[in-house]
């Protein structure tokens, strides 16, 4: 039997690692799914991408090929890579983060009669799809005040949940590290994408070395995005920060050392190690956590963990923002001035930068955000673990657990009992 295509479109880390992978995982779980398609990826253009989902998605069981940004610019406007990838007319096509159009003009360049499912927080282009999944009732009546018909709209919960797994228990974590029962562990995620990693790095790495010294009991740690190399650690630390108002602190990046990763020694000789594997591996032996902005914020909560989420706008012209005005950065000499202007005014439209406390409309996550010095991030780390507030958001954070799986709500509208599984 000739197989359908299953063509998911994604956009971001975030999107890529906790909307389409457990989708993909799930319809690869099923053995008639498994048999009856085979799943592509098209990563499309984004300004918030990091540039290396189409690596990490290549590591994922189940898919056949992921066609990168620039493939598919070409495959849209020219018809390029049509016959190399051999595209079906019947299937289905998912949208999972990102602009909805992607998948309706593909579908035309190809001449298919695709079956299109989203999930998305976006509106636009909803006619074309035939049911389009939403987090939560608050985007369903976006969407609904949109003009999309009610009927098409299913809330299933946060997507972001069937993401989660548990590799190590916290025993199997801490020991790993050499911890001691009373030392605190506290790691710090300076992002996935180029420039927060470029800029924060160096920052974190200060913040880490002011608070190991006032804090005996912290043992502090980065954890590394499987969607950033070790040469954009490298690109950083040589760097050095410079981000206006911020200290930072470089050091040399070591080879990996068994079990932990790398290590970055700074110029004073101590070492802060940069942990592989993510939140799976390290997230149960965690006690604390500083984050930028993003889908990490929503894992951390599902995890339990309390954290701060630092959004520095000491820069604001490099900060993505949706719409024309994020390609205002490609216009030379007077783009970086006007896209400061916009950005500033774009992000006084939340009042939040946190997911977790966007969705709550509270502070779960205590947020730093805005223009900060380097010690403002140490002291709010310090205040917390000394006052007792991290008990606290950890309580909050009892409320972040779906009541089904949002996977399973998904899976059931399009392949469960009322449609022919091989039709």
Not at 161 to 168: G, T
Not at 198 to 208: A, D, N
Not at 314 to 323: Q, R, T, Y
Request: glycine share 8%; with cysteine; net charge positive.
């Amino acid at each position: 039997m000739k197989k359908e295509d299953l063509l998911f479109f994604s956009n971001g880390p975030g999107e890529v690692s906790t909307w389409v992978l457990p989708v993909l995982e799930e319809v690869t779980s099923r053995n008639e799914l498994r048999d009856r398609y085979r799943a592509l990826l098209i990563v499309h253009p984004c300004q918030f991408s990091s540039g290396t989902e189409h690596l990490v998605a290549r590591g994922f069981e189940g898919i056949e090929a992921v066609i990168r940004p620039s493939e598919y610019l070409k495959l849209l406007t020219t018809g390029m890579g049509r016959k190399k990838y051999g595209f079906k007319r019947e299937g289905i096509m998912f949208s999972l983060g990102g602009d909805l159009m992607h998948p309706v003009l593909l579908r035309r360049r190809i001449r298919g009669k695709h079956r299109l499912y989203a999930y998305t927080n976006n509106t636009g282009w909803e006619r074309f799809y035939e049911k389009i999944f939403v987090r939560s009732g608050y985007v369903k009546e976006k969407l609904r005040r949109h003009g999309c018909p009610e009927e098409k709209l299913i809330v299933t919960g946060d997507l972001v949940y069937n993401s989660m797994k548990s590799l190590r228990r916290r025993d199997e974590a801490r020991r790993a590290l050499n911890l001691k029962s009373n030392d605190l562990m506290v790691v710090f995620l300076p992002g996935s994408r180029d420039f927060e990693v470029k800029y924060m790095l160096p920052v974190f790495l200060k913040v880490i070395d002011d608070m190991t010294e006032r804090r005996k009991d912290v043992r502090a740690f980065v954890l590394k995005s499987p969607f950033v190399g070790s040469e954009l650690l490298e690109k950083a630390l040589s760097l050095g920060g410079k981000i206006r108002e911020m200290e930072s602190l470089t050091g040399a990046l070591s080879d990996p050392v068994e079990g932990k990763g790398s290590f970055i020694e700074l110029r004073n000789g101590k070492r802060v190690y940069v942990l592989e594997g993510g939140l799976e591996f390290w997230g149960e032996g965690v006690d604390f956590s500083v984050t930028l902005p993003g889908t990490n914020t929503v894992q951390l909560a599902y995890r339990g963990i309390p954290s701060l989420v630092v959004s520095p706008m000491n820069k604001p012209e490099v900060i993505p923002i949706e719409g024309v005005f994020g390609l205002l950065k490609w216009i030379p000499l007077v783009g970086k001035p006007v896209l400061k202007k916009a950005v500033l005014r774009y992000i006084q439209k939340f009042r939040f930068a946190a997911l977790p406390n966007i969705y709550e409309n509270e502070e779960v996550f205590p947020e730093l955000f805005g223009v900060i010095q380097t010690d403002d991030i140490t002291r709010k780390i310090i205040e917390i673990l000394e006052s007792g507030m991290a008990q606290s958001i950890r309580q909050k954070l009892a409320r972040f657990k779906p009541d089904k799986s949002p996977v399973s709500i998904i899976m059931n509208e399009v392949w469960g009992k009322n449609r022919e599984v091989c039709s």
